[in-house]
């Protein structure tokens, strides 16, 4: 009888485990929703107030765990095209992995291009005169005769 309540003890520790743990799915599922920079509280926070229906993620993820071959390659595909679709601002779902796969090593995100300002004029450098010059509204261009440390580096768009 002792060995019967031992065993009976062990599953019930087994499968609180098992529910702590989390499914291949929802890993991919749970990793698409934090590159999408939402954090777990929110996602079920948003679940309770029906704003994203979890289970509308399930399939696409089992997909491509399926076609990726594992929840890590799944994951990394995930991630690349997150980092590529919001380098170009661009809003991106489970399923446009599967549209991106054959690009996926081609992928990059886009540069971020930073340019030099002077109060709100762009500079243009001279590699024939070795100077920087300011451009002003009118077309103008002025010699830059402040300080490097003045000048204003903005992305540009």
Do not use: C
């Not at 291949?24 to 948003?46: C, P, R, W």
């Not at 979890?54 to 994951?75: C, F, H, M, N, W």
């Amino acid at each position: 009888m002792v060995n019967l309540k031992a065993q009976k003890e062990k599953p019930t520790i087994k499968s609180a485990k098992n529910q702590e743990k989390e499914t291949a799915i929802q890993q991919v599922v749970n990793h698409y929703f934090l590159t999408k920079g939402l954090s777990m509280d929110q996602v079920k926070e948003d679940a309770k107030k029906r704003k994203i229906i979890y289970s509308r993620y399930t399939r696409p993820a089992q997909q491509l765990i399926d076609l990726a071959g594992s929840v890590e390659k799944a994951k990394n595909a995930i991630t690349k095209v997150a980092k590529w679709a919001t380098s170009r601002k661009l809003d991106y779902s489970i399923e446009t992995v599967f549209k991106k796969w054959l690009e996926l090593d081609s992928l990059k995100p886009k540069e971020v291009v930073k340019k030099p300002f002077y109060r709100g004029d762009p500079m243009v450098w001279s590699a024939a005169k070795k100077k920087w010059f300011v451009v002003t509204k009118e077309g103008e261009w002025l010699e830059f005769a402040d300080q490097e440390s003045t000048m204003e580096w903005k992305i540009a768009e």
